[in-house]
């Protein structure tokens, strides 16, 4: 079992920023991808972004590309999500997931509780 556990979520006006954290916990992440997702209120859940626990390879959707950077810190088991410049249409619930395989658009194998992002025009 892995245990994620998020914070950094909040309140900021367009184009500003904000980072997210996710705690990881409970097995040895080493072959892992960790990634995050986001869901608006009215709309399905968004995969967001990915990285490799091993060799940090990254993958970004299109909506979010030079915009967001995900970034791991292994020696403190956490996967961060730095937001810049962001819009309106960011306003999500933020999920960190796991997956032993490869967290993407068809989910992932341990979530968080999520953190809720919002903002304001």
């Known amino acids: 079992q892995v245990q994620l556990v998020e914070s950094g979520g909040g309140l900021v006006q367009t184009g500003g920023s904000l980072r997210l954290s996710c705690v990881a916990s409970?097995?040895?992440?080493?072959?892992?991808?960790m990634g995050w997702f986001r869901q608006a209120p009215g709309k399905e859940r968004e995969f967001v972004a990915r990285?490799?626990?091993?060799?940090?390879?990254?993958y970004y959707v299109d909506s979010v590309k030079g915009r967001f950077t995900i970034s791991r810190d292994n020696a403190k088991n956490t996967v961060y999500l730095q937001m810049s410049s962001l819009k309106p249409d960011d306003t999500a619930v933020y999920y960190c997931?796991?997956?032993?395989?490869?967290?993407?658009?068809?989910?992932?194998?341990?979530w968080g509780q999520g953190t809720q992002v919002t903002v304001s025009s």
């Open positions: 990285i490799s626990w091993s060799d940090g390879n990254t």
């Open positions: 997931a796991a997956d032993q395989i490869r967290v993407g658009p068809g989910g992932a194998d341990y």
């Open positions: 409970g097995r040895t992440l080493g072959s892992y991808s």
